[in-house]
């Protein structure tokens, strides 16, 4: 297939396009490549993908670009016509929606509209994001599920990616574009963003610098494994939305529709205590982190649990890496990457 992959010198859209490759699709990546984090390990994960293509023989053309430039937008859509589109560009990060917020409406609200204006236009067959747990804010109803209401969000960015979710099932309503989004839970690995936790305390601990542990290490996370992620992203777009035909309007599902539309989470559902992920990281470096003890931060959430019930049932996957594995490969990347 020919698949449009938005991010793909980020993080899960970097291992994505390269899994892609790998299978022999023909891969369009699109990316800013802006400076929110280190550029440098950005373009190693470019060069990957250009190395990957050259091998495997499978062709792949990168725009370097903001999905906020509508003309960019409309321009790549008129020059390829795509079987499926993956959208993982976004302003990530939680605190930073605190300092910055301009450019979550940037970055995950106008480059959205453009991409399904463009999807709309061009009879897109499959349209694929990210979405995040984040989006469950105030909820406690434990594991989360997505029949659940989400309206209560903690922090803006989770208010964006709600606000994405909606936007998806009036183009799925009003056109028959078929969408999924995907929420993504904790994702961890090797070529992982450096504002991440792991990135942060694998750094300071080889630097006998403190790490801070917020909540005094007493909340828990559903740590997912990037190639976790990446298997349900390219399973669930593989497999196009149809709309659920036993869709109650008076009883309305959130997680489906009488459209083409499915919200899937993508979560290990096997919640590990913050503290348990460092003593993870301490095994796998062989030395102890210092730890500075702090209160919950503002944004943060106690506790995430997804429940992958729906994502198992309509793709046949379940994520299954244990942490200590996942951390075990993230240090050794680190080692290699940054010789320490």
């Known amino acids: 297939m020919k698949i449009l992959v938005t991010g793909n010198a980020g993080f899960i859209g970097f291992h994505t396009v390269k899994q892609l490759l790998e299978r022999g699709d023909e891969v369009v990546g699109f990316d800013s490549v802006n400076d929110y984090y280190d550029v440098t390990i950005k373009e190693a994960r470019l060069k990957i993908l250009e190395d990957t293509a050259a091998k495997t ?11 906020a430039d509508l003309a960019l937008v409309n321009q790549c859509f008129e020059e390829h016509q795509f079987d499926r589109v993956i959208h993982l560009a976004a302003q990530a990060g939680v605190r930073y929606s605190l300092e910055n917020p301009h450019s979550y409406v940037e970055s995950n609200i106008i480059a ?23 989006v469950y804010g105030a909820n406690t109803k434990m594991p989360f599920s997505e029949h659940e209401g989400v309206n209560h969000p903690l922090q803006f960015y989770a208010a964006t990616k709600k606000a994405n979710e909606m936007m998806a099932h009036s183009y799925s309503h009003l056109f028959q574009l078929p969408t999924t989004g995907l929420r993504f839970f904790t994702v961890y690995g090797p070529w992982g963003r450096p504002d991440m936790a792991l990135f942060k305390f694998t750094k300071n ?53 009488n459209a083409p539309f499915r919200i899937f989470n993508i979560g290990n559902n096997n919640p590990v205590k913050l503290s348990a992920y460092i003593e993870a990281i301490e095994e796998a470096l062989g030395k102890k982190a210092i ?42 990347w680190y080692r290699d990457f940054y010789q320490v």
């Open 205 to 257: 601990t080889l630097k006998d610098q403190p790490i801070p542990v917020f909540n005094h290490g007493n909340h828990t996370r559903d740590f997912t494994y990037v190639a976790d992620i990446v298997e349900g992203v390219i399973r669930s777009s593989d497999q196009i939305a149809q709309p659920n035909p036993e869709w109650d309007s008076n009883n309305p599902d959130p997680a489906t529709s």
């Open 112 to 134: 959205f509209t453009n991409l399904l204006e463009a999807c709309r236009y061009a009879k897109t067959p499959h349209l694929t994001y990210a979405s995040t747990s984040s």
């Open 291 to 332: 730890k500075d003890l702090l209160p919950l931060q503002p944004g943060d959430v106690p506790d995430t649990y997804a429940d992958s019930t729906e994502l198992e049932k309509a793709t046949g996957y379940k994520p299954a890496t244990p942490v200590k594995e996942g951390v075990a490969n993230f240090v050794k």
């Open 57 to 67: 023989g499978s062709a792949y053309t990168f725009i370097r670009g903001n999905l």
